[in-house]
């Protein structure tokens, strides 16, 4: 089997962030790496993991990207996924447009609230997700213009203003967590060919960064597997982060 490509590290990663978790809703709503890494985590080191079909349903099996529902084994209307949501059922991996070095995250506008350059989703369920769930994120290119020194609007809040538990962030460069006194953003691993370097450039604030930082681990044979033959046959994960 060929080496793991950068797209299959990030699922892996992505992956890890639902270690430990057990009977709680995966929650993958940024993309399709984490959607990926979800039902690979289901798979391999958390069956109690719940997923679903990107729809209402709870799926028995995890069901592979862009394919329907097989074996339905509960039904999560949006009423009782609000209830799960409230009282901290789910791991909830989002997007950002802007994230800064405490967490806090913008996906409502660029640029001055009251005439912004370019108005986005809005807040949607960000407050929410990050007040009472934990939260991951999942940013498929690493700039500065994401890693910002200041948000221009707080959609989902930062662990500065009370955020229940932000466990980490994954990029196409790397794997980044908020284990410090202060809840600043810390480099944890840095995917396969990848330095340390290249994350510090393309982010646009100081990042915590150990004396040793390791890699990103790779897929095991039977990820990899799972991945393209099981999961992701079609090879969707390789349009949101190029080889």
Request: aromatic content about 6%.
């Amino acid at each position: 089997m060929s080496a793991a490509t950068r797209a299959e590290v990030c699922a892996v990663a992505c992956a890890e962030l639902f270690r430990g978790d057990g009977e709680i809703v995966a929650a993958a709503v940024s993309g399709t790496v984490p959607a990926l890494g979800a039902r690979l985590a289901r798979m391999t080191f958390e069956p109690d993991l719940l997923t679903t079909d990107g729809g209402p349903h709870l799926t028995a099996e995890p069901v592979p990207l862009g394919a329907p529902a097989g074996a339905v084994e509960g039904w999560l209307p949006f009423r009782d996924h609000l209830w799960l949501v409230l009282n901290g059922r789910r791991h909830v991996v989002l997007g950002a447009s802007q994230i800064d070095r405490f967490g806090n995250s913008n996906i409502s506008c660029i640029g001055d609230w009251e005439r912004p350059a370019r108005q986005l989703l809005g807040v949607r369920g960000a407050p929410g997700n990050t007040r009472v769930n934990t939260t991951s994120y999942w940013i498929p290119r690493h700039s500065p213009r994401v890693f910002t020194e200041k948000v221009d609007f707080v959609s989902g809040i930062g662990g500065d203003r009370g955020a229940f538990e932000l466990r980490a962030v994954v990029t196409d460069l790397a794997v980044l967590d908020f284990g410090t006194p202060d809840r600043r953003m810390r480099l944890r691993s840095t995917h396969p060919g990848v330095t340390v370097e290249d994350v510090v450039a393309r982010t646009g604030f100081e990042l915590v960064v150990p004396d040793e930082v390791p890699e990103t681990r790779s897929p095991t044979a039977e990820e990899l597997r799972l991945m393209r033959e099981v999961l992701d046959p079609r090879g969707l994960r390789e349009r949101e982060v190029p080889g």
